[in-house]
């Protein structure tokens, strides 16, 4: 999400929103013009999650780790059932976790990434050292 800025394109995004449904609405916003803010800005962010994931492969694909390696969290989240109906993932500022990892796989193979290594003794070593 850094470096693709997704942040301050969120803030710039909401900020021009709450300015034109301020002149729009009058000064006096209420609750329906706080709830049609805050659906359009679940597109924006939506798609932030897409593209950040996109170039969590393109980063990792010229290394010897598996590019789509991230989509084991995702995979994770499915199978517990997280954000799996239409209306959540409708709802929800991040995609479906299924989605995710069909996208993540598909921009694997659109890559043509080819590494196999994991970080998993890495993690272990890491976790090992966190308990004294």
Same mark, same amino acid.
């Given at each position: 999400?850094?470096?693709?800025?997704?942040? #301050?394109? $969120?803030? +710039?995004?909401?900020?021009?929103?709450? !300015?034109?449904?301020?002149?729009?609405?009058?000064? /006096? $916003?209420?609750? !329906? %013009?706080?709830?049609?803010? /805050? !659906?359009?800005? !679940?597109?924006?962010?939506?798609?932030? =999650?897409? =593209?950040?994931?996109?170039? %969590?492969? +393109?980063?990792?694909? &010229? +290394?010897?780790?598996?590019? =789509?390696?991230?989509?084991?969290?995702?995979?994770?989240?499915?199978?517990?059932?997280?954000?799996?109906?239409?209306?959540?993932?409708?709802? %929800?500022?991040? &995609?479906? &976790?299924?989605?995710?990892?069909?996208?993540?796989? @598909?921009?694997?193979? *659109? $890559?043509?990434?080819?590494? #196999? $290594? #994991?970080?998993? *003794? =890495?993690?272990? /070593?890491? @976790?090992?050292?966190?308990? &004294?």
């Amino acid at each position: 999400h850094a470096d693709r800025r997704h942040t #301050t394109d $969120q803030m +710039t995004k909401q900020y021009g929103i709450e !300015l034109l449904l301020s002149v729009a609405l009058g000064n /006096n $916003q209420g609750q !329906l %013009s706080q709830i049609a803010e /805050n !659906l359009l800005l !679940l597109r924006y962010s939506r798609d932030a =999650e897409r =593209e950040a994931d996109k170039y %969590s492969v +393109t980063y990792l694909c &010229p +290394t010897d780790y598996r590019a =789509e390696g991230f989509s084991n969290f995702f995979s994770k989240l499915a199978a517990d059932g997280q954000n799996s109906g239409k209306i959540d993932a409708f709802f %929800s500022t991040h &995609p479906s &976790p299924d989605e995710r990892v069909e996208n993540i796989h @598909k921009e694997k193979s *659109a $890559q043509n990434c080819s590494g #196999t $290594q #994991t970080f998993d *003794a =890495e993690y272990q /070593n890491f @976790k090992t050292n966190l308990i &004294p």
